[in-house]
């Protein structure tokens, strides 16, 4: 504890570190403050049909990522999803279109290109997701509810505005907290949203167990180690590496490759377990609501039947379902975003081989069977993390809305967007000749 504490001394004896990390709390804290401001003409008493939908199913997923802006009607209510939804159209889009290919390859300026590709998307999907958004707040709230009148064009119009500039405007905060803050912004936006809910599904569960006499202390004592176990598990999934050995030949004098190579630089390729992150579970999610949706229109018993399994979120068969499209999903996402072929040619181009395989061809097969390896048990891993809440509530009872922290989406984009954050400041430190944040040792004296 002691050497921890003399790391965040050292962080604020680092001006820069000291700037990036108060500029990125700012925005975060007027990122939560419109979280709270009421959509205009909205009666901000009368939100409790809103607050309802949003205790289970889509709804609560929805209002997760939002921070709680989505329950609340506020200017935030799209959150940031769809500029996610846009990143992932754009990122997908790139395998089957040309131009998006050449941009990848084209480095910063086609980058650029890309990012502002994305950002008129994200305005086109808000557009389409505001109206939306007011259909279900004319489905939840009675006609009191709205100051401006029922149906009213000026609220509607007025209110699509507001929340496609609402989507814009936090944009631009999580683009700022990246360019000058510390952190990747939108994900640090996202894990803020969800780590809004924590102490208030906290206090449920709290409340649940020990006022209400259900299970008592001890209970929530094993909840609460049980949960840590799951956030470790969730950090070696992250962090997991396959170290692939490389061996690059050493140059002479005049530029050739020695005939021998023991005295070339070896270094490794690191493939990661879990190639694929939190987007298989996005994916499956996504998936995983169009049975109960297409169902809901028709009033048939199958249809019902469909609806109920696929509402259930932590049924069996909704379960189910949804780790054999985490494991699909898995594989087809690692395919798209480790390009084999790319290291293998990347590798043969700057002399490197792995040792006991031909550079080329055999190269970028064997990096693909291993990635195969390695993803398979890695998709089954992510898929146990996101049903876990399920587990937690069928054996131990605990309350969905704490449930949610036990796995899913929420806790991965929380343990990624914490380790990448940690990782930035443990640079500065490390280049600032101080030990990382989570490393103990006395400060580095500069390299004369």
């Avoid at 208030?200 to 049980?226: D, W």
């Avoid at 048939?300 to 039947?305: G, R, W, Y």
């Avoid at 054996?395 to 343990?415: H, R, Y």
């Amino acid at each position: 504890m002691k050497k921890f504490i003399e790391s965040l001394v050292n962080i604020w004896k680092i001006e820069e570190l000291k700037n990036r990390i108060l500029l990125t709390l700012g925005i975060l804290l007027v990122y939560r403050f419109g979280a709270h401001v009421t959509l205009p003409g909205i009666d901000a008493t009368q939100l409790t049909g809103l607050a309802g939908q949003t205790k289970s199913g889509l709804g609560s997923i929805i209002d997760m990522f939002s921070g709680g802006a989505f329950s609340k009607a506020s200017v935030f209510a799209l959150g940031i999803m769809p500029y996610i939804s846009a990143s992932i159209v754009v990122q997908l889009m790139g395998i089957a279109i040309p131009y998006l290919q050449k941009l990848q390859s084209d480095g910063e300026s086609g980058r650029k290109k890309i990012n502002q590709i994305t950002r008129w998307l994200t305005i086109g999907i808000s557009l389409i997701q505001g109206p939306s958004y007011i259909y279900n707040l004319y489905q939840q709230l009675p006609s009191s509810a709205f100051l401006l009148g029922f149906n009213s064009i000026e609220f509607v119009f007025s209110s699509v505005i507001i929340l496609t500039t609402g989507t814009i405007f936090a944009m631009w905060l999580g683009e700022k907290i990246t360019d000058k803050g510390i952190g990747n912004g939108i994900s640090l936006l996202i894990m803020v949203g969800i780590l809004a809910r924590l102490p208030q599904a906290f206090i449920q569960e709290f409340a649940a167990r020990v006022t209400n006499n259900n299970g008592g202390p001890m209970l929530l004592v094993v909840e609460i180690i049980v949960w840590l176990l799951v956030i470790i598990s969730c950090i070696l999934l992250v962090m997991a590496i396959r170290k692939i050995p490389v061996q690059y030949a050493r140059r002479t004098t005049s530029g050739d490759f020695e005939k021998d190579m023991m005295g070339g630089n070896r270094q490794w390729i690191p493939l990661k377990l879990n190639a694929a992150g939190v987007m298989p579970i996005i994916f499956a999610q996504a998936i995983m609501f169009i049975p109960a949706a297409v169902a809901g229109l028709s009033k048939s018993d199958a249809s019902q039947s469909i609806v109920s399994t696929f509402s259930d979120m932590f049924g069996f068969w909704y379960n189910f379902v949804f780790v054999t499209l985490i494991v699909v999903f898995t594989f087809f996402y690692t395919a798209i975003t480790v390009p084999t072929n790319k290291m293998s040619d990347d590798l043969k181009r700057s002399g490197g081989f792995i040792p006991g395989v031909r550079p080329g061809v055999e190269t970028a097969d064997f990096l693909d069977k291993v990635m195969s390896l390695i993803t398979f048990p890695g998709s089954l891993f992510l898929a146990l993390i996101a049903v876990f809440p399920a587990i937690v509530v069928s054996l131990m009872d605990v309350q969905q809305s704490w449930a949610m922290f036990f796995g899913g989406t929420s806790l991965i984009i929380m343990v990624g967007v914490a380790i990448d954050t940690i990782q930035q400041i443990n640079s500065y430190l490390l280049n600032k000749h101080y030990d990382g944040l989570m490393k103990s040792g006395k400060n580095r004296k500069a390299v004369a």
